[in-house]
Protein backbone atom coordinates (compact mmCIF):
# COMPACT_ATOMS: atom_id res chain seq x y z
CA UNK A 1 0.00 0.00 0.00
CA UNK A 2 1.54 3.10 -0.98
CA UNK A 3 1.06 6.60 1.18
CA UNK A 4 -1.54 8.09 -1.60
CA UNK A 5 -4.02 5.25 -0.80
CA UNK A 6 -4.14 6.24 2.72
CA UNK A 7 -3.59 10.59 2.87
CA UNK A 8 -6.13 13.38 3.06
CA UNK A 9 -6.42 15.48 -0.50
CA UNK A 10 -8.19 17.90 0.82
CA UNK A 11 -5.43 19.92 2.71
CA UNK A 12 -5.04 23.12 4.32
CA UNK A 13 -1.88 25.20 3.83
CA UNK A 14 -0.83 28.53 3.68
CA UNK A 15 1.25 30.51 0.86
CA UNK A 16 4.99 32.08 2.08
CA UNK A 17 3.82 35.33 1.76
CA UNK A 18 1.08 35.05 4.59
CA UNK A 19 1.71 36.44 8.31
CA UNK A 20 2.66 34.42 11.70
CA UNK A 21 -1.44 36.30 12.64
CA UNK A 22 -2.87 34.90 9.40
CA UNK A 23 -1.19 31.37 9.86
CA UNK A 24 -2.31 31.44 13.78
CA UNK A 25 -6.31 32.14 12.63
CA UNK A 26 -5.84 29.82 10.02
CA UNK A 27 -4.41 26.97 12.99
CA UNK A 28 -6.91 28.27 15.33
CA UNK A 29 -9.83 28.17 12.70
CA UNK A 30 -9.18 24.92 11.18
CA UNK A 31 -8.34 22.81 14.49
CA UNK A 32 -5.06 21.67 12.89
CA UNK A 33 -1.69 21.15 13.50
CA UNK A 34 0.36 21.99 10.79
CA UNK A 35 0.25 23.74 8.25
CA UNK A 36 2.09 22.98 4.71
CA UNK A 37 3.54 26.78 3.70
CA UNK A 38 3.34 26.87 -0.34
CA UNK A 39 4.22 29.19 -3.35
CA UNK A 40 1.43 30.22 -5.32
CA UNK A 41 1.69 27.30 -7.54
CA UNK A 42 1.60 24.93 -4.95
CA UNK A 43 5.05 23.72 -4.37
CA UNK A 44 6.01 22.76 -0.90
CA UNK A 45 8.50 25.43 0.35
CA UNK A 46 8.18 24.48 4.65
CA UNK A 47 5.77 23.40 7.33
CA UNK A 48 4.55 24.98 9.70
CA UNK A 49 3.50 23.68 13.08
CA UNK A 50 1.52 24.53 15.90
CA UNK A 51 4.53 24.27 18.17
CA UNK A 52 6.88 26.52 16.46
CA UNK A 53 3.76 29.55 16.76
CA UNK A 54 3.37 28.41 20.19
CA UNK A 55 7.30 28.45 20.84
CA UNK A 56 7.17 32.32 20.12
CA UNK A 57 5.35 32.87 23.36
CA UNK A 58 6.95 30.48 25.50
CA UNK A 59 8.97 31.42 28.43
CA UNK A 60 12.21 31.46 28.46
CA UNK A 61 12.52 28.89 31.83
CA UNK A 62 10.89 25.97 30.17
CA UNK A 63 13.76 25.23 28.52
CA UNK A 64 15.49 25.09 31.49
CA UNK A 65 13.18 22.97 33.53
CA UNK A 66 13.09 19.26 33.33
CA UNK A 67 10.26 18.39 35.02
CA UNK A 68 6.79 20.86 35.15
CA UNK A 69 4.66 18.37 37.95
CA UNK A 70 5.65 20.90 40.16
CA UNK A 71 4.03 24.22 38.53
CA UNK A 72 0.33 24.00 38.28
CA UNK A 73 0.00 27.05 35.88
CA UNK A 74 2.48 29.90 34.24
CA UNK A 75 -0.03 32.41 36.42
CA UNK A 76 0.03 35.92 33.81
CA UNK A 77 2.27 34.00 31.28
CA UNK A 78 -0.82 32.20 30.40
CA UNK A 79 -2.48 35.23 28.54
CA UNK A 80 1.10 36.52 26.87
CA UNK A 81 0.65 36.78 23.17
CA UNK A 82 3.01 38.11 20.12
CA UNK A 83 3.13 41.65 19.86
CA UNK A 84 1.48 43.09 16.54
CA UNK A 85 4.84 43.39 14.80
CA UNK A 86 5.61 39.70 15.68
CA UNK A 87 2.20 38.50 13.55
CA UNK A 88 2.61 40.86 11.32
CA UNK A 89 6.16 38.95 10.05
CA UNK A 90 6.14 36.51 7.17
CA UNK A 91 5.46 32.59 8.26
CA UNK A 92 8.59 31.98 6.36
CA UNK A 93 10.23 33.71 9.42
CA UNK A 94 9.44 30.72 11.96
CA UNK A 95 8.24 27.98 9.03
CA UNK A 96 10.73 24.68 9.27
CA UNK A 97 12.62 23.17 5.81
CA UNK A 98 9.80 21.50 4.08
CA UNK A 99 9.96 17.20 5.12
CA UNK A 100 7.94 15.09 2.79
CA UNK A 101 7.32 12.49 1.21
CA UNK A 102 6.29 11.47 -2.57
CA UNK A 103 2.82 9.92 -3.00
CA UNK A 104 4.57 6.78 -4.56
CA UNK A 105 6.03 6.46 -0.49
CA UNK A 106 5.27 3.36 0.93
CA UNK A 107 3.10 3.41 4.47
CA UNK A 108 6.36 1.63 6.82
CA UNK A 109 8.64 4.28 5.04
CA UNK A 110 6.45 7.60 5.81
CA UNK A 111 5.96 6.16 9.25
CA UNK A 112 9.48 5.79 9.67
CA UNK A 113 9.80 9.51 8.47
CA UNK A 114 7.45 10.79 11.35
CA UNK A 115 9.16 9.29 14.09
CA UNK A 116 12.54 10.24 13.06
CA UNK A 117 11.49 13.88 12.76
CA UNK A 118 9.40 13.88 15.69
CA UNK A 119 6.19 14.85 13.32
CA UNK A 120 2.36 14.06 13.90
CA UNK A 121 1.61 15.00 10.10
CA UNK A 122 3.33 14.46 6.80
CA UNK A 123 2.47 16.02 3.49
CA UNK A 124 2.86 14.19 0.19
CA UNK A 125 3.91 15.69 -3.06
CA UNK A 126 3.81 14.51 -6.00
CA UNK A 127 7.13 13.67 -8.79
CA UNK A 128 7.33 17.59 -9.33
CA UNK A 129 7.29 18.78 -5.87
CA UNK A 130 3.75 19.98 -5.50
CA UNK A 131 1.52 19.43 -2.71
CA UNK A 132 -1.23 16.83 -2.73
CA UNK A 133 -1.90 15.55 0.28
CA UNK A 134 -1.15 14.69 3.86
CA UNK A 135 -1.21 11.85 6.03
CA UNK A 136 -1.27 11.36 10.23
CA UNK A 137 0.58 9.04 11.98
CA UNK A 138 -3.41 7.59 12.98
CA UNK A 139 -3.92 7.64 8.82
CA UNK A 140 -0.47 5.75 8.85
CA UNK A 141 -1.01 3.46 11.75
CA UNK A 142 -4.19 1.98 10.51
CA UNK A 143 -3.52 1.44 7.48
CA UNK A 144 -0.46 -0.43 8.36
CA UNK A 145 -3.17 -2.25 10.77
CA UNK A 146 -5.45 -2.92 8.62
CA UNK A 147 -3.31 -5.32 6.81
CA UNK A 148 -2.52 -7.62 9.52
CA UNK A 149 -4.18 -10.70 9.71
CA UNK A 150 -4.86 -11.71 13.31
CA UNK A 151 -7.86 -14.62 12.89
CA UNK A 152 -9.74 -12.80 15.30
CA UNK A 153 -13.48 -11.88 14.76
CA UNK A 154 -13.89 -8.46 14.45
CA UNK A 155 -15.70 -7.55 18.41
CA UNK A 156 -17.69 -4.84 17.46
Not at 125 to 142: E, F, K, M, N, Q
Amino acid sequence: MKIADCMKRDVVSITASASIGQAAARFASRHIGMLPVVHAVGHLVGVLQLRDLLALVMPDFVQLVDDFDFVHDFGAVESQQPSPEMLARPVTEVMQPPISVEATCGLLRAFAMLREHDLHDLPVVDAAGRLVGIASRVDIGTALLANWRSGEVDAT
